[in-house]
């Protein structure tokens, strides 16, 4: 018998089909028979209220999206008295299957191939299908990709979307849906455990089945997968896997740099030299420019950062070097043996004129940035306002669990080379990521 979540479940559905909403989003935990309902009971259902309707189902892999889609025509053959219809003659495939009524049921994987198909409904369930995918932002945007420039074309006017899933990122599918998308979104979120306002008028505390997985079972549960797991599969509030070195909120901002030619300035790189393409996520080479104000705060005054090939990497360097002029010292990494003295090398050769200067690269990444991350935590450091802003930020919030890393790197160098010009210094103790 349905659960008191599926009773609603089944509300939304049907508000659906009767056109009251046109775009559904379903949020439930892991094991809360949202597919059951929706993936499976659905397209059966569906087929006899419309009989002459095209549906799309996708899920994270092919393989998944046919499961459902033999379970659906399942009980279209064992159901189909009740249902008013029967499987067609040709088209029985769990993957492609159509009805006696002319309907038709597509099954595929994301960034599957849909051209040439036609839908008035698209069920899509389990768009991600492991936190590796969800962690990764190419494969985001991939997905992001996949559902604007290939299914969305495919709806015919006035089609329903419905997309189930168990939220495991702020940016995934979901959330995307919610921040950037033009149609209105109806949506409905049923954590494991109850919150304020409740769909279910369930009170704060209240597990979604309890038939099923009762408080106890659900804590145990919890304190296995973690928090930040928790929160995103179980309660559906995904949030950010920071890291705490880090006080971002420390930082602030200028309109204006200082003017004073005593105020030194150096700029540090990282290098890269790879060149982004559809299957790969490459590093930025990344350059830092740092100095400081009569008060001897730090301000990063530029960041510049590009993803090309080894000839536009040099360009980049050198056309940056002469923006800054020969008086801010340019700072390269030196990776360790005789490459890494090589390239510096050849960079003295190619910025002649300019202070090229090389540091070694030793310890961790995350002992090269405590210094600079102790003078954001003081409220020492500013940023010059400008687009680069957001992206910076962001990759200083997340280090060192960030997907990227090369701001920082280039920060870290850029204070290491300034610190000997400033006027005074002292030691801090910074708590390292405590537990």
């Known amino acids: 018998m349905p659960a008191k979540h599926h009773r609603l479940l089944i509300k939304e559905l049907e508000a659906l089909s009767n056109g009251e909403s046109y775009r559904l989003l379903i949020e439930m935990p892991p094991g809360s028979a949202k597919s059951s309902y929706t993936s499976i009971l659905l ?28 379970r659906a025509r399942g009980i279209v053959a064992d159901e189909a008295g009740l249902l008013g219809y029967e499987l067609g003659m040709h088209e029985r495939a769990g993957s492609h299957w159509s009805s006696s009524t002319g309907a038709e049921y597509f099954a595929i994987g994301v960034r599957g191939a849909v051209v040439g198909k036609r839908a008035d409904i698209a069920i899509i369930d389990d768009p991600i299908k492991s936190q590796v995918d969800a962690e990764s932002l190419l494969h985001r945007e991939r997905l992001w990709d996949w559902y604007r420039s290939e299914l969305y074309p495919r709806l015919k006017p006035k089609a329903r979307v419905v997309l189930i899933m168990t939220r495991w990122h702020q940016d995934d599918l979901c959330g995307r849906l919610l921040a950037h998308a033009s149609d209105p979104w109806r949506c409905l979120r049923l954590p494991a455990f109850a919150e304020v306002e409740d769909r279910l008028d369930r009170l704060p505390g209240e597990p979604l089945w309890p038939e099923w997985e009762d408080t106890e079972e659900l804590l145990r549960r919890r304190s296995s997968v973690g928090e930040h797991t928790w929160s995103a599969q179980y309660q559906q509030s995904p949030c950010r896997n920071t890291g705490t070195l880090f006080k971002v909120t420390q930082l602030d901002f200028v309109d204006t740099l200082p003017t004073s030619e005593s105020h030194k300035a150096v700029r540090a790189w990282d290098l890269a030299a790879t060149v982004e393409s559809n299957n790969n996520d490459p590093d930025w080479t990344v350059g830092v420019k740092l100095t400081r104000d009569h008060t001897g705060r730090l301000i990063v005054a530029d960041v510049v950062r590009v993803r090309c090939r080894p000839c536009d990497v040099e360009a980049a360097v050198a056309a940056t070097a002469r923006i800054d002029g020969p008086s801010v010292p340019i700072a390269l990494p030196e990776d360790p043996g005789q490459a890494g003295k090589s390239q510096v090398s050849y960079y003295a050769r190619q910025l002649a004129g300019y202070n090229v200067q090389s540091t070694k690269e030793t310890g961790s990444k995350v002992i090269r940035a405590m210094p600079i991350a102790s003078q954001v935590s003081k409220g020492n450091v500013v940023l010059l306002r400008a687009n680069w802003n957001y992206s910076f930020i962001e990759e200083l919030r997340d280090f060192p669990y960030g997907r990227k890393d090369d701001q920082v790197d280039a920060l870290s160098r850029a204070f290491m080379m300034l610190a000997p010009f400033t006027t005074s210094a002292r030691s801090e103790l910074v708590p390292y990521m405590p537990r």
Do not use: Q, V
């Open 43 to 70: 397209p059966a259902w569906w087929l006899a209220r419309h009989p002459c309707d095209s549906i799309i189902a996708a899920s994270h892999t092919a393989r998944l999206a046919n499961h459902f889609g033999r």
